[in-house]
Nanobody, 117 residues
Framework: QVQFVESGGDLVPPGGSLRLSCAAQTNIGLFRLNSMGWYRQSSGKQRELIADITGGGNPAYSDSVKGRFTISRNSVKNTVDLQMDNLKPEDTGDYYC?????????WGPGTRVIVSS
């Protein structure tokens, strides 16, 4: 298992930008081998995968964030970041990182993003 800690969430106005970071705390070898994902849970909805990145650095995005969000990873720093631009109110929610698929790996505390004017 690998423990992750998310950070960077904040209250931002529509059209603003935010950068989230996910840091692997344990089992760095497993982290570097696996695909990673950023997940979002909005009010009244299920947690959903919105972006992922392979161990080799190839990204993919859900339709809702495509063209606005960018996922990246740094194996030296042991982090996976999510750059969010042109934020919309519907981006509001709790953001988590984990393996893709997470299987039985535990979820971290997440970080909250609120997009509102």
């Amino acid at each position: 298992q690998v423990q992750f800690v998310e950070s960077g969430g904040d209250l931002v106005p529509p059209g603003g930008s935010l950068r989230l970071s996910c840091a692997a705390q344990t089992n760095i070898g497993l982290f570097r081998l696996n695909s990673m994902g950023w997940y979002r849970q909005s009010s009244g909805k299920q947690r959903e995968l919105i972006a992922d990145i392979t161990g080799g650095g190839n990204p993919a995005y859900s339709d809702s964030v495509k063209g606005r969000f960018t996922i990246s990873r740094n194996s030296v720093k042991n982090t996976v970041d999510l750059q969010m631009d042109n934020l919309k109110p519907e981006d509001t929610g709790d953001y988590y990182c984990n393996f893709d698929p997470p299987k039985s790996n535990p979820w971290g505390p997440g970080t909250r993003v609120i997009v509102s004017s």
